[in-house]
């Protein structure tokens, strides 16, 4: 499933890349204020918990699917589970990374364009879960539901008390979901490939993986994909990069014209 493309433009119409260092420092900035920012909505555990218990009604009376069917399917086997577990904790940070460089390198103008919008989400989501703390349905017992990377591994999270690395009251929205819908739109947009469209395969399996560990609601999924839907709506999406051969043959075609000798009493 590879983002194979055509060799970037090197026309005068190409766009800029952005300087590497103000990049990695704004990147970096970002990452540091979210980091800080769930810090601070640490702590709301009561109110966490009664906001779990309101989303978890509102999704019964919504007639949402029950999470505890997606978990089914993946408990059918040992195996299956922990690789769900590994992808939940190894594959979300690295793939929007790997995702942000590619894009760098290959296609600035859709680079600027998808860290627009991921900044824009991980912006919106931060408020969300200052205003809105949510325990994670693995938390919440009325869900009948197992914190499967607990019991399986891996765990990326410890004791909620004692975890000072993260927020686990941040369930609202699910970045996971958010940033790999991202990633899919991006590749698919950027490159020319019959075969982008597997890429939309990342945020389906991110979907069922988030559900089927208990990491996250349907309600999650459903208002990042909301975020980001207006996210890209506001942002203005990058042209398709031209290909530089046709403007070559263009030229060529232009220079040969411009040196062929006139014919003396051809109009005649």
């Given at each position: ?8 433009e ?25 980091k800080f ?7 709301h ?28 399917l ?142 996250h ?20 999406l ?31």
């Amino acid at each position: 499933m590879k983002a194979r493309s055509e060799p970037a433009e090197a026309g005068p119409d190409a766009p800029a890349r952005p300087p590497l260092v103000r990049e990695l420092l704004l990147v970096a900035g970002l990452f540091l204020i979210y980091k800080f920012g769930r810090q601070l909505a640490t702590g709301h555990t009561a109110e966490a918990f009664r906001n779990a218990h309101h989303v978890w009604d509102w999704e019964r009376a919504l007639r949402l699917p029950d999470e505890g069917a997606v978990q089914s399917l993946l408990l059918h086997g040992d195996t299956l589970i922990h690789v769900a577990n590994t992808y939940y904790a190894a594959v979300h940070f690295p793939a929007t990374l790997a995702f942000l460089v590619w894009l760098y390198l290959r296609r600035p103008a859709h680079y600027v364009w998808a860290r627009r919008a991921l900044a824009a989400v991980t912006g919106a989501a931060l408020a969300l879960h200052l205003l809105f703390p949510l325990a994670p349905p693995r938390m919440l017992g009325a869900t009948g539901l197992i914190d499967t990377a607990r019991l399986f591994g891996p765990s990326v999270y410890g004791p909620p008390r004692t975890d000072e690395l993260s927020n686990q009251f941040a369930a609202m929205p699910s970045l996971h979901f958010g940033w790999a819908v991202m990633l899919a739109i991006g590749l698919i947009v950027a490159t020319r490939s019959r075969w982008r469209w597997l890429w939309s395969l990342h945020p389906l399996v991110t979907l069922l993986v988030i559900v089927g560990t208990a990491n996250h609601y349907w309600l999650d999924v459903i208002v990042a994909a909301a975020l980001l839907g207006l996210a890209l709506t506001v942002l203005r999406l990058p042209h398709r990069p031209r290909c530089a051969l046709p403007h070559r043959r263009a030229q060529s075609r232009r220079r040969s014209s411009a040196e062929r000798p006139e014919l003396v009493g051809a109009g005649r």
